[in-house]
T-cell receptor, first 113, second 113 residues
């Protein structure tokens, strides 16, 4: 079965600094999508960034960027200039062959003021 | 624009009781799904639907029932609640499930005593 692993249950970073959240996945598909979702304390999950596996260029959305290494099946999220509003649970997810999302267990990000 | 609306936000049940979690979206999304979120685990798919009249099972369907009579609504029914169903439930929808970009409701916290 396809799996997604987030090895860091919790991370902390000083405000304005950069932090990287790790994610590895396991898929036999040749083309697939990868996602990072953010879940703030309010609980509503929102999409942060998306990567299409056939695209070699790493996706970027403002202060959020990914380091996608297809051969290593690694998909890390970098948050630059961390802000207090970035504090949340971050979930990595990959799409399986049935077009459903497989989710990692999440990383809790703490921002220190 | 309301997005995805879930009710109720909180519910306490006794073992053996039944109930329905309501989910409605106003974005004309064809794809809708129900997930449960448990501590230390990623989201797990319960049931999903790719359009009115079409539903299918996800990873953890046992003890749950769904129907999709309209594009807007996708209720989740607990047939005979068990303590193992204590969880936070999320409804999510998407215009195209292939992209995996899901829009989530705020969640429903269910406790089964």
């Amino acid at each position: 079965a396809q799996t997604v692993t987030q090895s860091q249950p919790e991370m902390s970073v000083q405000e304005a600094e950069t932090v990287t959240l790790s994610c590895t996945y396991d898929t036999s598909e040749s083309d697939y999508y990868l996602f990072w979702y953010k879940q703030p304390p309010s609980r509503q999950m929102i999409l942060v960034i998306r990567q299409e596996a056939y695209k070699q260029q790493n996706a970027t959305e403002n202060r959020f960027s990914v380091n996608f290494q297809k051969a290593a099946k690694s998909f890390s999220l970098k948050i630059s200039d961390s802000q207090l509003g970035d504090a949340a649970m971050y979930f990595c997810a990959s799409m399986d062959s049935n077009y459903q999302l497989i989710w990692g267990a999440g990383t809790k990000l703490i921002i220190k003021p | 624009n309301a997005g995805v609306t879930q009710t109720p936000k909180f519910q306490v049940l006794k073992t053996g009781q039944s109930m329905t979690l309501q989910c409605a979206q106003d974005m004309n999304h064809e794809y809708m799904s129900w997930y449960r979120q448990d501590p230390g685990m990623g989201l797990r798919l319960i049931h999903y639907s790719v359009g009115a009249g079409i539903t299918d099972q996800g990873e953890v369907p046992n003890g749950y029932n769904v129907s999709r009579s309209t594009t807007e609504d996708f209720p989740l029914r607990l047939l005979s609640a068990a303590p193992s169903q204590t969880s936070v439930y999320f409804c999510a929808s998407s215009y195209f499930r292939l992209t995996g970009e899901l829009f989530f409701g705020e969640g429903s916290r269910l406790t089964v005593l």
